[in-house]
């Protein structure tokens, strides 16, 4: 017996095991990225400043002060950089999305080119990736999907 799922045939005790299969996969690592960064430089710029004053023979009172004010002046600075890196991140997508939705109306024989050069990039061969091209031509969302996501334009 064969259930059929977007035009692929799977007989029943595969589509029962990736029913009940799950894969946790870890999404977090632009977060993660940005929390070591800010913490090294976070941690690393108060200590530096900190040594440096200690070494001039100056009061504990201006050390623990320009330590402060480092620690403040550093998160305006970090948080305007991810804010402009965020946004320039958003426009890039926006402009980008844009372009590809534009391409599929205005070039789409050259858009379906590009799909197929990019799965024949995977060793997929023209007779396996023509009915994917195919069926990304008739479902646009899915194709503007695909090209976005492809060239690993996310937007979270």
């Given at each position: 017996?064969?259930?059929?799922?977007?035009?692929?045939s799977v007989?029943?005790e595969?589509?029962?095991?990736?029913?009940?299969?799950?894969?946790?996969?870890?999404?977090?690592?632009?977060i993660?990225?940005?929390?070591?960064?800010?913490?090294?430089?976070?941690?690393?710029?108060p200590?530096?400043l900190?040594?440096?004053?200690?070494?001039?023979?100056?009061?504990?009172?201006?050390?623990?002060?320009?330590?402060?004010?480092?620690?403040?002046?550093?998160a305006?600075?970090?948080?305007?950089?991810?804010?402009?890196?965020a946004?320039?991140?958003?426009?890039n997508y926006?402009?980008e999305l844009?372009?590809e939705q534009e391409?599929?109306?205005?070039?789409?024989?050259?858009?379906?080119?590009e799909?197929?050069e990019?799965?024949?990039?995977?060793?997929?061969?023209p007779h396996?990736?023509?009915?994917?091209?195919?069926?990304l031509?008739?479902?646009?969302?899915?194709?503007l999907?695909?090209?976005?996501?492809?060239?690993?334009?996310?937007?979270?």
């Open positions: 017996m064969a259930a059929t799922e977007h035009g692929i007989d029943s595969r589509t029962n095991l990736l029913n009940h299969h799950t894969e946790k996969h870890f999404t977090a690592g632009e993660v990225r940005d929390i070591i960064i800010g913490v090294s430089d976070g941690l690393t710029v200590f530096a900190a040594a440096g004053l200690s070494g001039a023979n100056v009061t504990s009172s201006i050390v623990l002060t320009a330590g402060i004010a480092e620690v403040a002046a550093g305006i600075s970090m948080g305007l950089g991810g804010y402009l890196a946004k320039s991140e958003a426009d926006s402009r844009k372009r391409e599929i109306i205005a070039v789409p024989e050259t858009e379906a080119a799909v197929a990019i799965l024949a990039e995977y060793g997929i061969q396996e990736y023509a009915p994917v091209v195919n069926a031509r008739k479902n646009p969302q899915a194709w999907d695909f090209m976005m996501n492809i060239f690993g334009l996310h937007l979270q």
